[in-house]
């Protein structure tokens, strides 16, 4: 588990919320995504997706089927996701499908009358037999870098937004949600599927040194 507080004097909390939620942006400043889809919604506060990130070699890389949940109170905006099952979404060859039991965002006003502050947590099992040296390698490095990058990307969002479909939010405006409504009963696994050992990928014998070296990029 990771968990991060920091604060962004030059960024309103409405912005950085905006930020975390449009997927086209997010195609632009997250340079560890591969793929985001919108698999359905259940609600206007709550949907599914699946989202592959490149992990850096020798890693295989990962991906995830996650139920999202968000609620902005006019306080403070909170974004929730945990891992779920969806039938048309199954393991994929190439992939070590990850588990997110709880990765969230919190988003408020600065205490200092200044920008916003943004509260990180992340408790997530990346599977794949890892060597416990490198799950605490890889996420001391990942995480402050994901922040860093946020914060870039906050504050160049507002110039990008006006270019790219200005209006089209559907995280405030439900009746833009595009998206098929899931049934629940897509979300149920089979007991063969219940039985799988997809995640057991062995990648224990991973060389230190070659971790240390591609661990060293977004060195910005």
Partial sequence: MVKIRTRFPDVSPETLYDVLHDPEYRKV????????????????????????MACPSPLKNRDFVLQRSWLDTGIEQLIL???????????????????SYLTGYIVRPSRNGDGSELGYVSHTDPHGK????????????????MVKRLHKASVGYSSWKLLNNP???????????MAPRIRIEECVKSAEEKNSKYNYVDESELKESLVKESTAMDSD
């Fill in 29 to 52: 400043w997250d340079t560890h995504m591969i793929e985001s889809k919108d698999i359905g919604f259940f609600n206007p506060n709550n949907d599914i997706g699946y989202y592959s």
């Fill in 81 to 99: 996701n945990h891992s779920v099952y969806h039938k048309d979404y199954p393991p994929r060859k190439h992939f070590v499908r990850a588990t």
């Fill in 167 to 177: 209006n089209y939010k559907p995280w405030h405006y439900p009746e833009q949600i």
């Fill in 130 to 145: 890892l060597p416990v040296w490198l799950v605490n390698k890889v996420t001391q490095i990942f995480a402050p870098k």
